[in-house]
């Protein structure tokens, strides 16, 4: 299995930036893909994921309405789009993928991850 994330970078306060994660030779039932991201001396949380079979989208309360989760149409590749970004975004963003059963929506946003992609770093700084 394979995640290949890229993306990510240098931002001033209330721009935009997007990542893209391409899955292959992944076998799931109900696959669900997304970014986790961990800030220096935070723990990792999820942000936001789309169960890929039926493309519904979830996202953590601190990027709910900033960041939109969509995917290709031809290949599993899910675009995470961050806008008006803060400082508070600043961190590490890994690509995951997991089993729709494991997706916790309440008020926190988890699953359990089978597979990482390479954690590409995002920086919002003025």
């Known amino acids: 299995v394979q995640l290949q994330a890229s993306g990510g970078g240098l931002a001033r306060p209330g721009d935009s930036l997007r990542l893209s994660c391409t899955a292959s030779?992944?076998?799931?039932?109900?696959?669900?893909m997304g970014w986790f991201r961990q800030a220096p001396g935070r723990e990792r949380e999820a942000v936001a994921c789309?169960?890929?079979?039926?493309?519904?989208?979830y996202y953590s309360d601190a990027v709910k309405g900033r960041f939109t989760v969509s995917k290709s149409t031809y290949m599993d590749t899910v675009y995470l789009q961050m806008d008006n970004l803060k400082p508070d975004d600043t961190a590490v963003y890994f690509c995951?993928?997991?089993?729709?059963?494991?997706?916790?929506?309440?008020?926190?946003?988890?699953?359990?991850?089978?597979?990482w992609g390479q954690g590409t770093q995002v920086t919002v700084s003025s």
């Open positions: 995951a993928i997991g089993e729709l059963r494991t997706l916790k929506t309440g008020p926190k946003l988890q699953y359990e991850v089978d597979h």
């Open positions: 030779g992944f076998e799931m039932d109900y696959p669900v």
């Open positions: 789309m169960v890929l079979y039926n493309r519904s989208t």
